[in-house]
C-alpha cells in the first residue's frame, strides 16, 4: 500500500522497532496515532480463550485513530506488536485535532460513526475467533 503524501504533514517523528515489541499495549492510556512507513505489525486482542491475533497490517495502514477520535476514551482496546523491524510515522495530534476541529458536525459523527463500526467488526472478528477456536479444543 502506498502512503497518501498528505499524510506526510503530519508525522512528527518516526520510529523504528526491532521484532516483537509491543507498540501498543492492550488496557495502556493513550491517544497516539501511527502509519507504518516500512514493515508489518500485528493487531492482537485478548479474549477469554487466550491472545487472537486480529489483523496483520502493513506499510501505509495506520492504528491508534479509534482512540484519538473518541474523546474521553484513553483506553487502548488492542495491543500492537512489531512483526519483524518496522518503521512508523507518529502522527502530530495538535495538528490532528487542529485540523479535526475544523471539519463540519456531519463529517465528525461520520468519523464517530465509522470507528464505533470499526470497534463493532473488531468484537465480531473476535468472536468468530474465539469460537473457532473453542470448537477445535
Known amino acids: 500500500m502506498n502512503i497518501d503524501q498528505r499524510i506526510y504533514g503530519y508525522i512528527a517523528r518516526e520510529e523504528t522497532f526491532p521484532d516483537k515489541t509491543v507498540i501498543i499495549e492492550e488496557g495502556s492510556l493513550g491517544r497516539w496515532v501511527f502509519i507504518i512507513l516500512e514493515g508489518q505489525v500485528k ?26 477520535f473518541e474523546k474521553g476514551n484513553e483506553v487502548r482496546t488492542i495491543s500492537v ?8 510515522g507518529l502522527l502530530d495530534s495538535d495538528q490532528l485535532v487542529k485540523d479535526y476541529e475544523s471539519i463540519s458536525p456531519q463529517i465528525k459523527g461520520l468519523v464517530r460513526a465509522l470507528i464505533r463500526e470499526l470497534r463493532h467488526t473488531t468484537d465480531n472478528v473476535v468472536a468468530m475467533a474465539v469460537h473457532s477456536r473453542a470448537n477445535r479444543q
Open 81 to 88: 506488536i512489531a512483526d519483524g523491524s518496522v518503521r512508523l
Open 43 to 68: 493487531v492482537n486482542k485478548r479474549t477469554p480463550k487466550g491472545l487472537v491475533t486480529i489483523d496483520i497490517l502493513k506499510q501505509g495502514a495506520t492504528f491508534g485513530e479509534s482512540e484519538f
